[in-house]
């Protein structure tokens, strides 16, 4: 039995399919709330689906789970309930990491990029523990997540039992199919996308960075397949453990995949720049790119989606579909 907190979102409603087409025996965590999450799975419906609030219950039973994937999380980066985010985010991870050591279940966690904060060089995006002292998040949300990684590595520093495999993965940009409940949080793709379908141009916030162009903002945009991928793969090599980035290791501009997504609609490129919200400045990471240096001498070897074939991909298979769902 797997268990997937935060298993009808969006990277775990992915994992999800993915596992039940493997034959895995799935028990989802988290609430289907009003927004249409319940069409993430509905294709694969799990062996049993809990509210967040009766996880300890369950887990009090000693279930035979062979591996939780700790996806579920308050993941705005404009949270502000800090009390909330400490509950949700830090002590939640705490209590499953516990229960995994105490009955040997594998425990493979999401992080984020988010960690990395105001970073703009990409030697500064090193996955290496030994760096985690120097990140500097700049929201409460990418704070959460630095606290659980450095909570993580100090107990292995004080000789503290481990689960027989632990993974703690730094996703960066993910996009892809089941995002749609995301609001305000959903893949800039996907925001495109809607902009263009009507008629409107592509617009891209303006740079609040000096010497930056308009629209040459950076990131490491990832598909989402192949951030499941990288979790399948770990579960096929229970050896493997370690705080890992989750990305291409390509650093792409607004601007390209905007570009992407109007070649992907087969319509002009047409782009216009508006100002950043004022909640955003001073929070916002300009640049972003993966080190995968580390997941590729774990031996992670499988090649990354392109920019290009990732957007081509979600918008002709999903989002100009009829059914958009995974």
């Given at each position: 039995?797997?268990?997937?907190?935060?298993?009808?979102?969006?990277?775990?409603?992915?994992?999800?399919?993915?596992?039940?087409?493997?034959?895995?025996?799935?028990?989802?965590?988290?609430?289907?709330?009003?927004?249409?999450?319940?069409?993430?799975?509905?294709?694969?419906?799990?062996?049993?689906?809990?509210?967040?609030?009766?996880?300890?219950?369950?887990?009090?039973?000693?279930?035979?789970?062979?591996?939780?994937?700790?996806?579920?999380?308050?993941?705005?980066?404009?949270?502000?309930?800090?009390?909330?985010?400490?509950?949700?985010?830090?002590?939640?991870?705490?209590?499953?990491?516990?229960?995994?050591?105490?009955?040997?279940?594998r425990f493979i966690y999401a992080s984020s990029a988010a960690t990395y904060g105001a970073a703009d060089r990409?030697?500064?995006?090193?996955?290496?523990?030994?760096?985690?002292?120097?990140?500097?998040?700049?929201?409460?949300?990418?704070?959460?997540?630095?606290?659980?990684?450095?909570?993580?590595?100090?107990?292995?520093?004080?000789?503290?039992?481990?689960?027989?495999?632990?993974?703690?993965?730094?996703?960066?940009?993910?996009?892809?199919?089941?995002?749609?409940?995301?609001?305000?949080?959903?893949?800039?793709?996907?925001?495109?996308y809607d902009e263009v379908s009507r008629g409107l141009p592509a617009r891209l916030f303006r740079s609040d960075?000096?010497?930056?162009?308009?629209?040459?903002?950076?990131?490491?945009?990832?598909?989402?397949?192949?951030?499941?991928?990288?979790?399948?793969?770990?579960?096929?090599?229970?050896?493997?453990?370690?705080?890992?980035?989750?990305?291409?290791?390509?650093?792409?501009?607004?601007?390209?995949?905007?570009?992407?997504?109007?070649?992907?609609?087969?319509?002009?490129?047409?782009?216009?720049?508006?100002?950043?919200?004022?909640?955003?400045?001073?929070?916002?990471?300009?640049?972003?790119?993966?080190?995968?240096?580390?997941?590729?001498?774990?031996?992670?070897?499988?090649?990354?989606?392109?920019?290009?074939?990732?957007?081509?991909?979600?918008?002709?298979?999903?989002?100009?579909?009829?059914?958009?769902?995974?």
């Amino acid at each position: 039995m797997i268990i997937i907190t935060g298993g009808a979102g969006f990277i775990g409603s992915c994992l999800h399919a993915a596992l039940r087409a493997r034959g895995e025996e799935t028990v989802i965590v988290d609430w289907l709330g009003a927004e249409g999450k319940w069409r993430n799975i509905a294709r694969h419906a799990p062996e049993r689906l809990l509210a967040p609030e009766a996880l300890d219950d369950f887990l009090a039973g000693h279930p035979a789970v062979t591996a939780v994937f700790h996806l579920g999380a308050i993941s705005e980066t404009t949270a502000r309930d800090g009390d909330l985010i400490w509950r949700t985010n830090i002590d939640l991870s705490a209590r499953l990491w516990a229960w995994c050591v105490r009955y040997g279940a594998r425990f493979i966690y999401a992080s984020s990029a988010a960690t990395y904060g105001a970073a703009d060089r990409s030697e500064l995006f090193s996955d290496d523990p030994a760096m985690l002292d120097s990140l500097r998040p700049l929201n409460l949300y990418g704070w959460s997540k630095h606290v659980f990684d450095r909570q993580v590595m100090a107990r292995l520093a004080r000789g503290e039992a481990a689960p027989p495999q632990w993974a703690g993965l730094k996703f960066f940009n993910v996009f892809g199919p089941n995002e749609y409940h995301k609001g305000k949080m959903i893949s800039v793709v996907k925001v495109k996308y809607d902009e263009v379908s009507r008629g409107l141009p592509a617009r891209l916030f303006r740079s609040d960075v000096r010497k930056l162009a308009d629209g040459a903002q950076a990131r490491d945009f990832i598909w989402v397949g192949d951030v499941v991928d990288v979790m399948l793969w770990l579960l096929d090599n229970p050896r493997v453990s370690g705080l890992f980035n989750c990305g291409t290791g390509v650093a792409r501009t607004y601007l390209d995949l905007a570009h992407a997504v109007c070649d992907a609609m087969g319509v002009p490129r047409q782009v216009e720049f508006i100002d950043m919200p004022a909640n955003l400045r001073g929070q916002y990471q300009s640049y972003t790119r993966a080190d995968m240096t580390r997941l590729r001498a774990a031996g992670y070897g499988r090649p990354f989606t392109t920019l290009e074939d990732g957007v081509r991909r979600y918008v002709r298979d999903y989002l100009a579909a009829p059914d958009p769902y995974l």
